[in-house]
């Protein structure tokens, strides 16, 4: 495998635990999240990492199979050219369901490689 791909597992991996790392500080509720600009700043900022890092991979071996490239890449390019159109509810569904779903997935990508 190709070493900037494995450079680009752990980019997602330590950002998704880096938004996870916010909640020990922050109570882990929609209303902090929708309340609190700087949790919110943080964590789209976390959300584009993972965005640039999965187009990367899917650039440079696009035999790797990760779900949902498109719509992880989407929501990345939305943060940054559409930050004006970011729904918090949104926002708040990937931190629950989708994250730790990519995490176990990433985790699994690092583990066989």
């Given at each position: 495998?190709?070493e900037?791909?494995?450079k680009?597992?752990y980019d997602?991996?330590?950002?998704?635990?880096e938004?996870?790392?916010?909640?020990q500080?922050?109570?882990?509720s929609f209303?902090?999240?929708?309340?609190?600009l700087?949790?919110?700043?943080a964590?789209?900022?976390?959300?584009?990492i993972?965005?640039?890092?999965i187009?990367?991979?899917s650039k440079?071996?696009?035999?790797?199979?990760?779900?949902?490239v498109?719509?992880?890449?989407g929501?990345?390019?939305?943060?940054?050219?559409?930050?004006d159109?970011?729904?918090?509810?949104?926002?708040?569904?990937?931190?629950?369901?989708?994250?730790p779903?990519l995490?176990?997935?990433?985790?699994?990508l690092i583990?066989?490689?």
């Amino acid at each position: 495998m190709d070493e900037r791909v494995l450079k680009y597992f752990y980019d997602v991996k330590i950002a998704i635990e880096e938004i996870e790392s916010y909640f020990q500080t922050y109570p882990k509720s929609f209303s902090e999240y929708k309340n609190n600009l700087v949790l919110k700043r943080a964590i789209e900022r976390n959300l584009e990492i993972i965005g640039e890092a999965i187009n990367r991979i899917s650039k440079i071996d696009q035999s790797i199979q990760i779900s949902n490239v498109q719509r992880i890449i989407g929501l990345s390019n939305q943060i940054i050219h559409g930050y004006d159109s970011i729904s918090d509810e949104n926002i708040w569904g990937v931190i629950i369901k989708h994250l730790p779903r990519l995490k176990i997935e990433i985790e699994g990508l690092i583990t066989r490689n």
